[in-house]
């Protein structure tokens, strides 16, 4: 028996099995890559690093194609595609917006490329879960758009992780040289 005690006495049990966790998923990630499209704009036109800047320019370019991914992925299971609204993605790009207010310098190519990474790691996260649901549930047809984006995903954190090691390398450098 559930005791109803606010503020819990509103929510109502709307996700039951499997498939239904599957489709909130997939509207929480195609809510989440939209999101993402308005954000690595700002992204790439406040970084001060070109290799940044270009990071985020050539990632904008994969969400897009991302996002008619996902729509083929709703198509596949007979469901229109929607969004529905991400907390966690809200709150990291949250978080990259007062780094662009808060700091500059190295301090804000350095904690706009961590804010990057904090959104693939949540992405790498989501697209895990679904492209797994999709092959218990027998989605054929969505495990592979499903593993692409996955694919994705985890190539940009491999770039943006390459991108965190040379810069440090090179401040480190510079110390020496110094
Ligand atoms: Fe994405
Ligand atoms: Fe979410
Ligand atoms: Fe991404």
Redesign the pocket.
């Known amino acids: 028996m559930r005791v109803a005690s606010p503020p819990f006495d509103t929510e109502e049990i709307i996700m039951k099995n499997l498939a239904d966790i599957f489709e909130h998923t997939l509207q929480?990630v195609y809510y989440?890559e939209n999101a993402i499209t308005k954000a690595l704009p700002k992204v790439a036109k406040a970084a001060k690093s070109a290799e940044l800047k270009k990071a985020a320019e050539e990632h904008l370019a994969e969400t897009k194609d991302q996002i008619k991914k996902l729509e083929q992925v709703f198509k596949s299971i007979g469901k229109k595609a929607s969004g529905e609204k991400?907390?966690?993605?809200e709150g990291l790009i949250k978080e990259a917006d007062g780094l662009m207010e808060e700091a500059e310098g190295t301090a804000l190519d350095a904690g706009l490329l961590a804010a990057c990474q904090a959104v693939e790691h949540y992405e790498i996260a989501r697209y895990g879960s679904l492209r797994e649901w999709a092959k218990d549930l027998g989605h054929d047809e969505a495990h592979k758009p499903l593993s692409e984006i996955l694919d994705q995903e985890k190539a940009t954190n491999n770039k943006l992780t390459n991108l965190a090691v040379t810069a440090i390398n090179k401040t480190t450098a510079a110390k020496k040289a110094a």
């Open positions: 929480d989440a991400c907390d966690a993605i």
